[in-house]
């Protein structure tokens, strides 16, 4: 679509971005956390939506075509398998995700809270010589293994993403050691030269597409001011907080749609642009009303399609625990 091409090419952006806000987000929670806390809260915020939307895009595929490849990635995409492939390709950054979150569960379980710095300059470190390494040679198979495939997950490449959100954290807490105010300018030099080559990369994609290229400097623009933005949330959180009640509702409910619509955007909202325009609608029209459909799917998984089946798990999780317990006394007695 010509007319909002370059509006929209700079999109992937929003996965560094959500890389940041999870770096945040998860330490923040993990902070207050016990272990086993820390991964049920994981598990009863990812799988209950991910069961949905796999399944959801499972119906779609399956009005095309259905096989045991298919089902494979259907099963792959519902238990999070990390290694892929998986019912839709944007399940990727889930195994990003639990990359991080295994990284951050081994500090809880092994009584390291306290040096969650030390992971987020770990993260920058290993990320900033991967990006060096990865620029020196970037023609390497050893080191694109780490770009291309599900190896990607290990967070050498997009390290400094989750980097820079653990640091950001540290600042609203006032935390930040000089060690650490290196890691940041590191971690964000880093960010900026990874966003900068993945937008050389995309752009050739787009090359080969569209016929001609686009400039990395929108992407690094739109990054830099989500940066800010989330910079600002959290400095500002107590002003926010004051806000009318419907007011954030509101944006807390936009929020949780955001996880259900990326699990559901692509593979759903191409087969609906195929079918819209296939009934002779503009393509632009077409759109929007894909995107209404799309959002629409989300709010419904986010306000009734999560929490019955989140209350079932926490079911499940109490259960559990109590026998655990039972069986913890019973062998004290003993």
């Not at 050389?200 to 569209?210: F, H, K, V």
Request: charged content about 10%; glycine content about 6%; hydrophobic content about 55%.
């Amino acid at each position: 679509m010509p007319t909002i091409e370059n509006v929209a090419q700079p999109g992937w952006v929003g996965v560094e971005l959500f890389f940041v806000i999870s770096g945040l987000v998860i330490v923040n929670s993990a902070a207050s956390a016990s272990a086993l806390s820390f991964l049920k809260g994981r598990i009863l915020r990812l799988y209950p939506a991910v069961w949905i939307c796999a399944s959801l895009t499972l119906i779609v595929i399956a009005t095309q075509d259905v096989n045991r490849r298919i089902i494979k990635n259907y099963l792959r995409s519902i238990t999070l398998y990390p290694g892929g492939p998986w019912i839709d390709g944007q399940y990727w950054t889930l195994a990003c995700e639990i990359c991080f979150y295994a990284l951050v569960f081994i500090m809880c379980a092994t009584g390291q809270k306290t040096r969650l710095p030390a992971l987020a300059l770990g993260l920058s470190m290993a990320s900033t010589a991967f990006i060096a390494l990865l620029n020196a040679f970037p023609d390497s198979d050893g080191l694109t293994i780490f770009t291309e495939t599900a190896w990607r997950a290990i967070p050498f490449y997009y390290g400094c993403q989750f980097a820079i959100g653990i640091y950001i954290w540290l600042l609203s807490l006032g935390r930040m050691s000089r060690i650490s105010w290196v890691g940041l300018i590191c971690a964000l030099v880093t960010g900026a030269a990874q966003i900068y080559m993945a937008g050389e990369n995309t752009s050739d994609r787009t090359l080969a597409a569209a016929g001609h290229s686009f400039s990395p400097f929108p992407a690094l623009s739109i990054w830099v001011a989500g940066l800010i933005s989330i910079v600002a949330s959290v400095t500002y959180a107590k002003q926010i907080s004051r806000l009318p009640a419907a007011l954030l509702q509101s944006v807390k409910t936009l929020g949780s749609m955001t996880y259900p619509l990326y699990l559901l955007h692509f593979a759903i909202g191409v087969q609906l642009l195929d079918w819209l325009t296939a009934l002779r609608m503009a393509p632009l029209l077409a759109l929007a009303l894909a995107v209404a459909i799309v959002c629409a799917m989300a709010l419904a998984v986010c306000k009734w399609g999560e929490p019955p089946i989140r209350s079932i798990l926490r079911l499940v999780f109490d259960r559990l625990g109590r026998r655990a317990a039972g069986f913890q006394t019973k062998a004290s007695r003993v």
